[in-house]
């Protein structure tokens, strides 16, 4: 069993997933602001809610910031990297996906879920091996992208990039020597490719890869950006170019 904690990705698995929890715990005496809506959520999906003390709350939480809430859910499943294409086709647009290479911060990885939903990604692909998944850190990051977004697990991730493209996907890698990414044409079939936080795209990884770009900084003495922020700028680039195409 796994836990979701926090107001916000509590209600959305309880939106989007609700056949997933199996039990939701509020601290007595909290001030939760969608106290309501989170029990008409649970009694719609027969899921139920119990008041226990703070403590207990807190300690299922793992000592990280709860709210006062916290769901015991359905350990996470992953998608197979190919089913992503699916759900694009089933949208009827053109597949952007999003590729971690070996990130290990659950935060970093929320906020990229966060920004792959909010881009109309159609799914997130992570390394099996030396990398984080989705634990309950990265979903409380996510703010409940999780329960609408699918996540893959690659095995091997350059034999899933060369899968892809195979199926007519441009896999386009993100590295600070690439061409500026407001320069290259991604209205296509696209799978963003971000490396890890310092080390960037393995070199094997980057050998796999279609194009890379890079991200046009103009503020003096940024090295580079973090994972999860060159993700959300690259996807938006991709949105913003399908928008100006129409």
Same mark, same amino acid.
């Given at each position: 069993?796994?836990?979701?904690?926090?107001?916000?990705? #509590?209600?959305?698995?309880?939106? @989007?997933?609700?056949? $997933?929890?199996?039990? /939701?715990?509020?601290?007595? %005496? &909290?001030?939760? =602001?969608?106290?309501?809506?989170?029990?008409?959520?649970?009694?719609?999906?027969?899921?139920?809610?119990?008041?226990?003390?703070?403590?207990?709350?807190?300690?299922?939480?793992?000592?990280?910031?709860?709210?006062?809430?916290?769901?015991?859910?359905?350990?996470?499943?992953?998608?197979?990297?190919?089913?992503?294409?699916?759900?694009?086709?089933?949208?009827?647009?053109?597949?952007?996906?999003?590729?971690?290479?070996?990130?290990?911060?659950?935060?970093?990885?929320?906020?990229?879920?966060?920004?792959?939903?909010?881009?109309?990604?159609?799914?997130? #692909?992570?390394?099996?091996?030396? @990398?984080?998944?989705? $634990?309950?850190?990265? /979903?409380?990051?996510?703010? %409940? &992208?999780?329960? =609408?977004?699918?996540?893959?697990?690659?095995?091997?991730?350059?034999?899933?990039?060369?899968?892809?493209?195979?199926?007519?996907?441009?896999?386009?890698?993100?590295?600070?020597?690439?061409?500026?990414?407001?320069?290259?044409?991604?209205?296509?079939?696209?799978?963003?490719?971000?490396?890890?936080?310092?080390?960037?795209?393995?070199?094997?990884?980057?050998?796999?890869?279609?194009?890379?770009?890079?991200?046009?900084?103009?503020?003096?003495?940024?090295?580079?950006?973090?994972?999860?922020?060159?993700?959300?700028?690259?996807?938006?680039?991709?949105?913003?170019?399908?928008?100006?195409?129409?």
């Amino acid at each position: 069993m796994a836990v979701v904690y926090g107001v916000n990705p #509590v209600v959305e698995v309880l939106t @989007a997933q609700p056949g $997933t929890v199996e039990r /939701v715990y509020v601290a007595e %005496g &909290a001030k939760v =602001h969608d106290l309501d809506r989170l029990y008409d959520l649970a009694r719609r999906s027969g899921v139920r809610i119990e008041r226990v003390p703070r403590e207990r709350v807190a300690r299922l939480a793992g000592g990280k910031v709860h709210q006062g809430v916290v769901a015991e859910v359905v350990e996470a499943t992953y998608a197979d990297p190919l089913d992503l294409l699916d759900v694009a086709a089933a949208a009827g647009t053109q597949p952007l996906l999003l590729a971690l290479d070996q990130v290990q911060d659950p935060i970093h990885l929320g906020a990229a879920l966060r920004s792959a939903h909010a881009m109309g990604g159609h799914g997130v #692909v992570i390394p099996k091996d030396r @990398a984080v998944g989705l $634990t309950p850190a990265a /979903v409380k990051a996510s703010a %409940g &992208a999780t329960a =609408h977004l699918q996540v893959a697990r690659a095995t091997n991730l350059s034999r899933t990039l060369d899968d892809l493209k195979e199926k007519g996907v441009w896999v386009i890698g993100a590295d600070m020597e690439g061409e500026p990414c407001d320069r290259v044409d991604l209205t296509g079939p696209i799978c963003v490719v971000i490396g890890s936080e310092g080390k960037g795209l393995r070199p094997l990884t980057r050998q796999h890869c279609d194009r890379v770009v890079s991200i046009p900084m103009h503020g003096a003495g940024v090295g580079s950006l973090s994972a999860s922020a060159a993700a959300s700028i690259l996807l938006y680039e991709v949105a913003r170019q399908r928008r100006a195409r129409g």
